[in-house]
C-alpha cells in the first residue's frame, strides 16, 4: 500500500512530518515523503507518479486550510480511483472545534479528517478503511 506524505503550505514541521513516516513505514505502508512547504498540486502530482493509493497531508501551523480549500477542483481535473484523500493536524488557525472543522474539511475533498486527533487514532481509522474497501497491505 503505498502513500504520499508530507506537510502542507509553508509549514515546516520537520519532526512530526518524521514521526508519521515512520508511523507509516511501521505499519507497512510504503511512504513517499515529501517533507515540509509543500503544495497542494506537488502532492498531486506525487500522487499520480507514484501510483499512490492513500494521500496523508499534514499541518501543524494551521494554515492547511488556506493551502487545501482547492483539493475538490484539483482532484476533478485527474481520475483518482479509489485513493483515500486523508489530512490531520493543526488544521486551522485559532480555536475551533472538531464538529465545525471536519466537515469543512471534507466538503473541500478530504474523506478522513483528523482535527488535534492522536496520530495512531488517525492510522487506525485510515486501516480500517481500507479493509472496508479491501485493500490489502503489502507484506
Known amino acids: 500500500m503505498k502513500v504520499v506524505t508530507g506537510v502542507v503550505g ?3 514541521h520537520v519532526v512530526a512530518n518524521r514521526l508519521i513516516n515512520i508511523s507509516l513505514e511501521e ?11 509543500t503544495y497542494l498540486e506537488e502532492f498531486l502530482d506525487a ?7 492513500v494521500l ?3 499541518s501543524l501551523n494551521g494554515e492547511a486550510e488556506g493551502w487545501c480549500r ?12 479509489d485513493v483515500v484523500f486523508m489530512i490531520g493536524g493543526n488544521l486551522v488557525v485559532g480555536e475551533s472545534n472538531a464538529d465545525v472543522i471536519i466537515p469543512r474539511f471534507k466538503n473541500y475533498g478530504f474523506d478522513l479528517v483528523f482535527h ?6 488517525g492510522l487506525d481509522t ?14
Open 10 to 12: 509553508n509549514d515546516i
Open 27 to 37: 505499519r507497512g505502508f510504503k511512504v513517499f515523503n515529501l517533507g515540509v512547504n
Open 47 to 53: 500522487m499520480i507518479e507514484t501510483d499512490a493509493d
Open 56 to 58: 496523508l497531508i499534514s
Open 70 to 81: 482547492d483539493l475538490k477542483i484539483l482532484k476533478d481535473q485527474y481520475e483518482f480511483k
Open 116 to 121: 488535534q486527533t492522536d496520530l495512531n487514532e
Open 126 to 139: 485510515l486501516e480500517a478503511l481500507l479493509a472496508e474497501k479491501g485493500k490489502r497491505m503489502a507484506s
